[in-house]
């Protein structure tokens, strides 16, 4: 159906995945080192579907990746399509927390 379907499926098929211990960051994705996982996970679905993009495993060079590469949408004229990586800032920490996958 096409690489951002796919994309989507391959994050799909990873609902139930849980760290282990609980609240420990740790899992699959990112080696059970304890950081967060989330830009591991987007990376870790790229790798598996060979899409070559921007490594999201820390959330700014994330950010500045895409930008760098025109591949960036500003969330106020935003029109999150599936596959799209979704980059979230919430109050009081890094300039963007965290990492997701539009489905």
Same mark, same amino acid.
């Given at each position: 159906?096409?690489?951002?379907?796919?994309?989507?499926?391959?994050?799909?098929?990873?609902?139930?995945?849980?760290?282990?211990?609980?609240?420990?960051?740790?899992?699959?994705?990112?080696?059970?080192?304890?950081?967060?996982?989330? #830009?591991?996970? $987007?990376?870790?679905?790229?790798? !598996?579907? %060979?899409?070559?993009?921007?490594?999201?495993?820390?959330? =700014?060079? +994330?950010?500045?990746?895409?930008?760098?590469? #025109?591949?960036? $949408?500003?969330?106020?004229?935003? !029109?999150? %399509?599936?596959?799209?990586?979704?980059?979230?800032?919430? =109050?009081? +920490?890094?300039?963007?927390?965290?990492?997701?996958?539009?489905?």
């Amino acid at each position: 159906m096409g690489q951002r379907y796919d994309f989507c499926q391959a994050a799909v098929e990873e609902i139930g995945t849980k760290e282990n211990p609980a609240n420990s960051n740790k899992v699959k994705y990112n080696n059970n080192n304890g950081q967060f996982w989330c #830009g591991y996970f $987007v990376d870790w679905v790229a790798k !598996k579907l %060979k899409v070559s993009m921007p490594s999201c495993v820390y959330t =700014p060079a +994330g950010v500045a990746g895409f930008q760098g590469k #025109g591949l960036w $949408v500003n969330a106020a004229t935003a !029109k999150p %399509k599936p596959g799209f990586i979704a980059f979230f800032d919430f =109050p009081g +920490g890094e300039k963007t927390d965290h990492a997701g996958i539009v489905t």
